[in-house]
């Protein structure tokens, strides 16, 4: 089951928090908070894991419903991957560059998932799908909503890793003024509950070299698809 976010941690201002040593906690919106940080330790690992299913499942350029290549390369893993094509949005169980189904979803991935879930407020979070997006300069997301999953009650994680970027994060209207957040390599986001719906989206990526990951921007989105 989820739940709404503890309100203890709702604040506007970044404080400490028990099990999260020495990780800033920032309150974005109602049911959404930014892990400073958080996954630092564990960059190198999941840098790994994401190469590994790169090399079964390539990143790919997809093309909107209405013919846009998108600037943003994209794979995924777990039981279910998010594809786009003219036939629409959604989510897919077969890779239908490969025509097999996605790779299995790492334990590290689901485990830091739940865990920073937990730490927003969202108990006994299991994603069955992550979208892997690779970003390189000049690459972009335009603000949207994560709308194609089943159970809008099961929140949201996003991982960076790389090449910092500018989060925007709006409201429940694409009209609505969004946030500008900067999100550096270890970085997690999670929204939920009344923040669930918000639009959200990356400006273009900045030229620069990360130690880690080169010229390139790497963001986990977690999901429960199914």
């Keep these: 089951m989820s739940r709404r976010p503890n309100t203890a941690i709702d604040t506007a201002t970044a404080e400490l928090f028990p099990g999260v040593p020495g990780a800033p906690i920032e309150a974005i919106a109602p049911g959404a908070l930014l892990l400073r940080g958080f996954v630092r330790d564990d960059a190198q690992a999941l840098l790994?894991?994401?190469e590994r299913i790169a090399a079964a499942s390539p990143f790919r350029n997809m093309v909107t419903p209405g013919g846009f290549t998108m600037s943003v390369a994209m794979t995924n893993c777990g039981k279910a991957g998010w594809i786009t094509d003219r036939r629409g949005y959604r989510y897919a169980e077969i890779d239908p560059l490969t025509?097999?189904?996605w790779p299995a979803m790492p334990k590290l991935f689901a485990d830091l998932a739940a865990r920073a879930a937990a730490t927003a407020g969202f108990a006994d979070f299991a994603p069955d799908a992550c979208l892997v997006n690779r970003y390189e300069p000049g690459a972009r997301m335009s603000p949207h909503q994560d709308k194609d999953e089943r159970d809008f009650t099961q929140p949201i994680v996003s991982i960076s890793l790389g090449l910092a970027a500018t989060f925007l994060f709006g409201g429940e209207k694409r009209s609505d003024r969004p946030k500008r957040l900067r999100l550096e390599s270890g970085d997690v986001?999670?929204?939920?509950?009344?923040?669930?719906m918000a639009f959200h989206g990356i400006d273009p990526l900045s030229q620069g070299v990360d130690s880690?990951?080169?010229v390139y921007r790497y963001n986990l989105t977690m999901r429960k698809a199914l």
């Excluded at 986001?189 to 669930?196: I, L, N, Q, T």
């Design 99 to 101: 025509e097999k189904p």
């Design 189 to 196: 986001v999670v929204w939920g509950g009344p923040a669930r």
């Design 48 to 50: 790994r894991a994401i």
């Design 212 to 214: 880690l990951t080169g």
